[in-house]
Each structure stands twice: as C-alpha cells, then as structure tokens.
C-alpha cells in the first residue's frame, strides 16, 4: 500500500510539473495576450477583448516563429530564444520556490531548490525553442 502511495505521488507530481511546464515556453505570447486583454476591457469593449486578446498572443507567437525560421543569423535567433527563455527561467523560479517553501524549512535550501528549478525550466524551455528552430 506504501509503494502504491508513493507512485501515484510521483506520478501526480510529474503530471503537474509537466502541465505547469509544458507552455511556459510561449509565456511571452501569453503575456502580451493578456495584457492586450485587460487593456481594451478596461477601455470598455466587452466580450471583443478577449477575442482581441486571443489574436494578439497569437500574433506574437506567429511573429516569434516567423522571425525564427526567417533569420539566418545564428546570434539574431539566439535572442529571440532568449527572450522568450527569460520569462520562462523566472516562472520556474518563483515556482519552485514557492512550492519549496511549503515543505523546506531551511531559507537557503529554499532558494537552492528554487535555483535548481530554474535551471530545469530553463534548459527544457531552451531545448523545446531550438527545436521549433529546426523544424
């Protein structure tokens, strides 16, 4: 029963992980959605603000992938990468560090799982961006 409990808690959590994870390469796209969203509802446009919210991260994505399959300089699309590495780097650190705080006392290994998170987000962000390159 043990063994039971602790593989669907493996399993919960690496389904989590990989639910919280897997879009965080296009937080850029989601963030620019968003604040487009917010924006024009707040001007007063109702229900065509999330419609305009919804064509604007698509845009940026669409011109992210556009602008990273159309360079053929090999610096000009590692700081495309980058820029939407970033955002994704900091997401896994807050989280990391917030669902460390949960269960380490400790303040410096908080902020080393944290970092260790960070790391993690940020090479499969990274990974899964240059492959979309290649593709």
């Known amino acids: 029963m043990i063994a039971l409990g602790l593989m669907s808690w493996a ?3 690496g389904l989590l992980c990989w ?3 897997a879009p965080v390469s296009i937080v850029v796209s989601t963030m620019a959605g968003l604040i487009v969203f917010l924006w024009t509802y707040r001007m007063g446009a109702g ?5 305009i919210g919804i064509a604007a991260g698509s845009l ?3 011109l992210f992938r556009v602008e990273l399959t159309a360079s053929r300089h090999s610096i000009v699309r ?3 990468i980058l820029a939407f590495c970033v955002p994704a780097v900091i997401a ?4 990391t560090l917030g669902i460390a705080e949960m269960g380490v006392p400790s303040s410096i290994w908080q902020h080393i799982l944290a970092v260790i998170g960070a790391a993690a ?3 499969a962000s990274f990974a899964r ?3 979309e390159q290649s593709a």
């Open 11 to 13: 399993v919960g959590i």
């Open 129 to 131: 961006l240059t492959s």
């Open 19 to 21: 639910v919280f994870f």
């Open 47 to 51: 229900f065509a603000a999330v419609v």
């Open 60 to 62: 940026v994505l669409w």
């Open 92 to 95: 896994g650190y807050s989280t």
């Open 121 to 123: 987000v940020s090479s």
């Open 78 to 80: 590692l700081g495309i």
